[in-house]
C-alpha cells in the first residue's frame, strides 16, 4: 500500500511498482493511469483481490492497458517464468496476476482470506522475472 501512496504523492520517483496483495480507496488512483505496475493478488484474499479488482478497473477506465492472467500458486519456478514471459509479451504498462483461489495457502494453514493475503507474498516475492521486468523500466 505504501507504493501506491507514494506513486501518487511523487508521481516521478519510480519507473514502475510492484503492488502484491494491496489495497487502496480506488477514487484516488486516477494519477496512476499512465504508471506501470506489476500486480499480484490472491482471488483467496477477501480483501486485496477486490480491492485490486476495483483498482484496475478505474485505472482502465482512465485509459490504462492492463494485462491480465490466473496463474497457479504451486507452478514451478519455470512455469512462473513462462507466465510472466507470456504477460510481457502483451506489451501492456500494467500487468495483473491472480493467483488462483486453492493454491495458495501451503497444507496445515487454514485457507482463509488472510492465509490467503500473508501467502501471497511468499509466493510474489520469488517470482524472478517480475524483479527483472521491474528493474528493466524506466520512466
Known amino acids: 500500500m505504501m507504493s501506491i ?3 501518487i504523492k511523487y508521481p516521478d520517483l519510480f519507473a514502475a ?3 502484491v496483495a494491496g489495497q487502496w480507496d480506488p477514487t484516488k488512483v486516477q494519477p ?3 504508471d506501470k505496475f506489476w500486480i499480484v493478488v490472491s482471488e483467496g484474499d477477501l ?3 477486490p480491492g485490486q479488482n476495483a483498482i484496475t478497473a478505474e485505472l482502465e477506465k482512465h485509459g490504462a ?3 491480465r492472467a490466473v496463474w497457479d ?3 514451478t519456478l519455470e512455469e512462473f517464468a513462462a507466465a510472466v514471459d507470456r504477460m510481457q ?3 501492456n504498462p500494467i500487468n495483473y496476476a491472480v493467483l488462483r483461489k486453492g493454491t495458495v495457502v501451503p497444507p496445515g494453514q487454514v485457507d482463509d482470506g488472510g492465509s490467503n493475503h500473508v501467502n501471497t507474498w511468499r509466493i510474489a516475492y520469488t517470482i524472478e522475472g517480475i524483479r527483472d521486468w521491474l528493474f528493466k523500466q524506466h520512466k
Open 17 to 19: 511498482s510492484f503492488l
Open 89 to 91: 509479451a502483451e506489451n
Open 5 to 7: 501512496a507514494m506513486d
Open 32 to 34: 496512476l493511469a499512465s
Open 73 to 75: 500458486g504451486r507452478s
Open 65 to 67: 492497458k492492463v494485462s
Open 47 to 49: 480483501k486485496a483481490y
